[in-house]
């Protein structure tokens, strides 16, 4: 396998997990995060430090990034000590941040205009999905360009999706992530309905599992983050609110009406209100919860009348 150094911009929960795969399959490896104890938990499995995502990028074959929103990434690529400020010609940077896809053309342009390639490539499957190497990655961009990243992608994703040029992985990934705050939003109407009713949460979702309810957010999601009792948060609720608003951004700029998904987004802005803003996104359940008295946990189902 080629040894061809990676540079990694952004190594918090996402990015820590995909950047300890790529150690544990023999890359080189430099870092570079705002958080030094990120940084220094890399360090120690064999990671270089960077001073910046400039510094970063000197010298490396790929350049991933895992930023929190637009603004940051932007910044991180094209502001000053910047990705392309170092980056190689021939080089290829690859964004795994869910952003806007104005943002992700306006970059690639300016990679381009340095013979440096760049891919649009949002990641679902979360911190579990990064951790086992089982992500869905949505792809944008040139096909040459995903042929050449794929030994890399290989190491992170089990399902790896070209959906189009520079700014369709964004946009395929906004889709999704909408839509999954749609069918978390339903079920939490829906579940804390029917244990109010008095129907047990075991039961219940074992009975909607084998119909024609059944989902991957029932399945997967809710009984490792809002069924527990920790409800540990893999995937904070501020950045779902985030990405619905960047999905109605992409629907405001084709001038279309989408009244489900602006309820849904009100529904997130209700649960910041609400103090949820840092809790995992399933848990915008919570302001159902509390509205019946009901905790939706698998091992003590708590009602109050």
Do not use: W
């Not at 896809?101 to 381009?112: F, T």
């Not at 910041?272 to 302001?287: F, N, P, Q, V, Y």
């Amino acid at each position: 396998m080629s040894q061809e150094r990676i540079a990694f911009i952004g190594v918090g929960r996402m990015g820590g997990r995909m950047s300890n795969r790529l150690l544990d399959a023999g890359y080189e490896l430099v870092v570079f995060d705002p958080s030094a104890d990120a940084v220094a938990r890399l360090v120690e499995r064999g990671a270089s430090a960077a001073a910046s995502p400039a510094d970063a990028a000197q010298n490396a074959g790929f350049v991933l990034c895992s930023l929190p929103n637009p603004a940051i990434v932007r910044d991180a690529v094209a502001g000053d000590a910047g990705v392309l400020d170092g980056a190689r010609p021939g080089s290829l940077i690859i964004d795994f941040s869910t952003g806007d896809p104005a943002v992700a053309r306006e970059l690639a342009a300016l990679a381009a205009a340095k013979d440096v390639g760049f891919l649009d490539a949002p990641v679902s499957r979360g911190v579990v999905g990064a951790e086992n190497g089982t992500l869905a990655v949505m792809i944008g961009g040139e096909h040459e360009a995903l042929e050449l990243a794929r030994p890399v992608l290989d190491q992170l994703a089990s399902d790896i999706v070209h959906v189009g040029g520079v700014g369709a992985g964004q946009v395929t990934k906004l889709c999704n992530n909408m839509l999954t705050a749609i069918i978390t939003t339903a079920l939490g109407e829906v579940l804390v309905t029917g244990v109010k009713a008095g129907v047990g949460l075991e039961a219940l979702t074992a009975a909607l599992g084998a119909g024609s309810a059944g989902n991957y957010v029932l399945s997967g999601y809710l009984p490792n983050t809002l069924f527990t009792e920790e409800r540990a948060a893999g995937f904070a609720l501020a950045l779902m609110r985030k990405d619905l608003g960047l999905f109605l951004k992409a629907a405001g700029d084709a001038q279309l009406d989408l009244p489900l998904s602006e309820l849904v987004h009100g529904q997130y802005v209700a649960a910041r209100k609400a103090g949820l803003d840092e809790a995992d996104s399933t848990s915008i359940a919570e302001l159902y919860e509390r509205a019946a008295g009901v905790r939706l946990q698998t091992s003590a189902v708590e009602v109050s009348s």
